[in-house]
């Protein structure tokens, strides 16, 4: 039995990260300083899970605001308005899809699940041109491991962003943002080829859009997009992680036969009845993340979890 932790906060014991960004927003501090915060702070919190001798730490989990807008970064989804001509993304972008800027407008900002935390909706729809915009989760897995720490990156899964989405301006409430999964599959790959290039053994997908009653083409497009990603992914454990809710039967059994997926996570206390799903439906040959720490309120505590053998008799003795 080994540990992991699907997250860990990131303002700063003293929230270093809240007073950078304030002053960098001000205009007080510079673009640097803002980094040399982060930097600072990041090393401290992998030396930390490190020494508290946690097995699987995860990298890419901190932000300057949120994952997801992390993630429309990633893809190169940005609108029009804010006239980014390609290239790596910067804080001017960044920054002005979070909080808008004189010119324009910010993104939508709304609730992610049940907390009191928000995200940046991403605007999507069937002309938006997606490429790999930003290398952040390879730079931070690349700085950990410089650290001498091995860690997990960790991603918004491709199906949960999109549905995590909504039809930009001038596009149709009823647009299917599925359909764009065929075109940030190929970003995911390179990600993933740059990981497995830069050492990566391990690579985790927070679907958390698996939690919800999703209809039978929504739960299709995981098995879709998991096939398509397998063979990017051969040679590296593939962890799958849910949300803190149960986990409903038919999502279950999808998430439970995706192709290449080394194991799954699933909170234990706050999804009581996906226990007993666990102990009748888990496959064998894979890996058990069980959440085993309540994280209510989330940002008082992060999530624990223990890797269990998945030998029903050896989880449930």
Same mark, same amino acid.
């Given at each position: 039995?080994?540990?992991?932790?699907?997250?860990?906060?990131?303002?700063?014991?003293?929230?270093?990260?809240?007073?950078?960004?304030?002053?960098?927003?001000?205009?007080?501090?510079?673009?640097?300083?803002?980094?040399?915060?982060?930097?600072?702070?990041?090393?401290?919190?992998?030396?930390?899970?490190?020494?508290?001798?946690?097995?699987?730490?995860?990298?890419?989990?901190?932000?300057?605001?949120?994952?997801?807008?992390?993630?429309?970064?990633?893809?190169?989804?940005?609108?029009?308005?804010?006239?980014?001509?390609?290239?790596?993304?910067?804080?001017?972008?960044?920054?002005?899809?979070?909080?808008?800027?004189?010119?324009?407008?910010?993104?939508?900002?709304?609730?992610?699940?049940?907390?009191?935390?928000?995200?940046?909706?991403?605007?999507?729809?069937?002309?938006?041109?997606?490429?790999?915009?930003?290398?952040?989760?390879?730079?931070?897995? &690349?700085?950990?491991? %410089?650290?001498? #720490?091995? @860690?997990? *990156? $960790?991603?918004?899964?491709?199906?949960?962003?999109?549905?995590? !989405?909504?039809?930009?301006?001038?596009?149709?409430?009823?647009?299917?943002?599925?359909?764009?999964?065929?075109?940030?599959?190929?970003?995911?790959?390179?990600?993933?080829?740059?990981?497995?290039?830069?050492?990566?053994?391990?690579?985790?997908?927070?679907?958390?859009?698996?939690?919800?009653?999703?209809?039978?083409?929504?739960?299709?497009?995981?098995?879709?997009?998991?096939?398509?990603?397998?063979?990017?992914?051969?040679?590296?454990?593939?962890?799958?992680?849910?949300?803190?809710?149960?986990?409903?039967?038919?999502?279950?059994?999808?998430?439970?036969?995706?192709?290449?997926?080394?194991?799954?996570?699933?909170?234990?206390?706050?999804?009581?009845?996906?226990?007993?799903?666990?102990?009748?439906?888990?496959?064998?040959? &894979?890996?058990?993340? %069980?959440?085993? #720490?309540? @994280?209510? *309120? $989330?940002?008082?505590?992060?999530?624990?979890?223990?890797?269990? !053998?998945?030998?029903?008799?050896?989880?449930?003795?």
């Amino acid at each position: 039995m080994a540990s992991h932790i699907v997250g860990y906060p990131r303002m700063g014991p003293k929230r270093e990260l809240k007073f950078a960004l304030e002053s960098f927003w001000d205009g007080k501090s510079s673009a640097e300083d803002l980094q040399t915060v982060a930097v600072d702070l990041r090393s401290s919190i992998w030396k930390q899970m490190a020494a508290a001798g946690i097995k699987y730490i995860p990298s890419n989990t901190f932000s300057y605001y949120d994952q997801v807008l992390d993630t429309t970064t990633m893809l190169g989804a940005v609108p029009p308005r804010y006239n980014w001509n390609g290239g790596e993304i910067g804080f001017d972008t960044y920054f002005s899809m979070a909080r808008g800027n004189a010119s324009v407008p910010d993104m939508e900002m709304t609730k992610w699940f049940d907390t009191n935390y928000h995200y940046i909706v991403p605007e999507l729809g069937p002309e938006v041109s997606f490429s790999y915009a930003s290398h952040k989760a390879v730079n931070e897995y &690349k700085e950990a491991k %410089a650290l001498g #720490v091995d @860690t997990v *990156p $960790v991603f918004v899964g491709p199906v949960s962003y999109l549905l995590l !989405s909504k039809p930009a301006k001038g596009v149709e409430k009823t647009f299917d943002l599925l359909s764009l999964l065929d075109k940030i599959l190929p970003i995911y790959k390179e990600v993933i080829a740059e990981l497995k290039a830069a050492g990566a053994t391990w690579i985790q997908f927070d679907e958390a859009t698996l939690v919800k009653d999703l209809e039978a083409h929504q739960l299709q497009a995981f098995t879709k997009a998991y096939t398509a990603l397998e063979s990017a992914c051969s040679g590296v454990n593939v962890l799958v992680a849910t949300y803190f809710a149960d986990i409903p039967a038919d999502a279950f059994k999808v998430l439970t036969t995706l192709p290449g997926v080394t194991g799954y996570t699933f909170n234990l206390v706050c999804g009581e009845k996906t226990l007993d799903l666990v102990k009748t439906s888990f496959p064998s040959g &894979k890996y058990l993340f %069980a959440g085993v #720490v309540h @994280t209510d *309120p $989330v940002w008082a505590l992060a999530s624990i979890h223990s890797v269990m !053998s998945t030998e029903m008799g050896e989880i449930f003795m």
